[in-house]
């Protein structure tokens, strides 16, 4: 690889960081200059062919299995690559942003994988993106440590063979990244997240006995898997590593890649490594394709649609099962409870519903589960070790007794829940908090004793756009209204001011976050994704 002429990309727009020049060297940015040039355009046309789907979806108000790539579901004889040792066992999984201390804590954590997140549970700023890039390399340079000012205690790295293999995720295909352009063109987030993490670590993590591997998110149709595996061949060949060296799980966190699973691991079937089932995200994309199917469709509150309501034990179950098929890895939900340092009754509670949690997990035949905090770690592999015992995964299990209807996926009317009116103030609640937190630079924020992400606020503020525009009425007799959302809203900003006090409520952008809740909640035309407004206003 000869030496790259100065980069064709401009960073606009951004205060100089610390060490920022080790991340954005001329030859990592002539690399993604390359990755935009080759892939923006397919990218283009794949977000173009989501709104065509949406247009489709709200025409039918149904989805099937597709029947133009039928041989490749009825063909049993293709597999995934094997995986590497690396990610053989991945029994747990804890996630979270890539801001120093978490590195630390999750490489430490005992968890099996830590993905590390540059989507749900990381605000895009320019600081967390190129300074989430250097925790990294760092860590893998084995130069990073970590003293907290408040606490003065201080973090270190075990020694490596205790640490958890990393598995990356970059931001979403609809998500751009302003700061750096070409001829005036924010490029594709995912291809700076990736394009940055892939030139400077793929050979140094093939040394360190790993390998550059990703977490796919937002994928909604197989093609955009191809684009993916296609950048995987160009990026191996354009650092010099092996073919089959980078390994890849998609995320299904939505309705219309749950109907096409088989295909999606086909195109990557050189590069995967398995499939994971969300929640919060999956439900906000039923909500969002299927908000004009009238009342069928309607979601009781969130924390109602647990993974045993019909349609959901339909998808996780066809993910097991799709997965094994296929020799591919599943890998379960996210159990996102934060322990309190008050209250052991809360954890009591908690870690019991988390035990169970994980338990029917692994008795579904999962590979491997998330959690969101290092003391769920322990509970997580207590479940997993019961079932899975010296066996590094059950891929053996082939769930052959799983059948699952096209119909089965979208049956949200099995469920017995309505709506309540707690459940719109929780939404309103939640949304605000954490949009504020946001805004602030805060991806992954600790709110009513869960860790929620950005996930979180796309299914807030969904229910409540959702309940509104089908007129639900709450058990007190109250209809879901604008009015009642900006009531709700109001008295909630008046709560967070009363609860901090006036000079932290005046610090923070609580009004903004107010404001931008109500915006994409009372807006008719349904924003995509409530990332794209509120990265206009993250500064």
Known sequence: MSAPAQSPLAIVD?????RQEEVLTDAALAFVAELHRLFTPRRDELLSRRADRRAEIASTSTLDFLPETAAIRADDSWKVAPAPAALND???????????????????????????????????????????????????ERRIDFTDERSGKSYALKDAGELA???????GWHLDERHLQFEGQPIPGALVDFGLYFFHNA?????????????????????EARLWNDIFVFAQDYVGIPQGTVRATVLIETITAAYEMEEI??????????????????????????????????????????????????????LVRTCHKRGAHAIGGMAAFIPSRK?????KVAFEKVKNDKDREAGDGFDGSWVAHPDLVPIAMKSFDA???????????????????????????????????????????????????????????????????????EISRSQIWQWINAGVVFENGRTATADLAREVAAAELASIRAEIGEEAFAAGKWQQAHDLLLQVSLDADYADFLTLPAYEQLR
Do not use: C
Not at 14 to 18: F, I, Q, S
């Open 387 to 457: 079932v899975l015992g010296e066996k590094p995964n059950q891929k053996d299990r082939l769930r052959e007794d799983v059948k699952v209807a096209p119909g089965d996926l979208i049956a949200i009317d099995s469920l017995d829940a309505k709506p309540t009116y707690d459940g719109l103030v929780n939404a309103v609640q939640v949304g605000i908090r954490y949009i504020e937190a946001w805004l602030r630079g805060l991806g992954a924020v600790a709110i009513f004793n869960l860790m929620e992400d950005a996930a979180t606020a």
């Open 14 to 18: 951004a205060e100089p960081l610390p």
């Open 265 to 318: 691991l086909y195109e990557l079937r050189d590069h995967a490594s398995g499939l994971n089932a969300g929640r919060w995200d999956y439900l906000f994309s039923i909500v969002k394709n299927f908000r004009d199917g009238g009342s069928k469709f309607v979601l009781p509150d969130r924390n109602l649609v647990t993974m045993t309501a019909p349609f959901m034990r339909a998808y996780t179950e066809l």
């Open 165 to 171: 293999t990393v598995v990356m995720r970059p931001r």
């Open 90 to 140: 991945r029994r747990v999984e804890i996630t979270g942003p890539t801001d120093r201390k978490m590195t630390i804590n999750a490489l430490n954590s005992g968890a099996k994988v830590w993905l590390a997140d540059f989507e749900d549970a990381s605000a895009p700023t320019w600081e967390n993106v190129i300074l989430g890039q250097l925790n990294l390399t760092d860590a893998y």
């Open 203 to 223: 050979k140094r993590l093939i040394e360190l006995g790993k390998g550059p591997y990703f977490y796919l998110p937002k994928t909604e149709s197989y093609l």
């Open 343 to 347: 209250d052991a009754e809360v954890n």
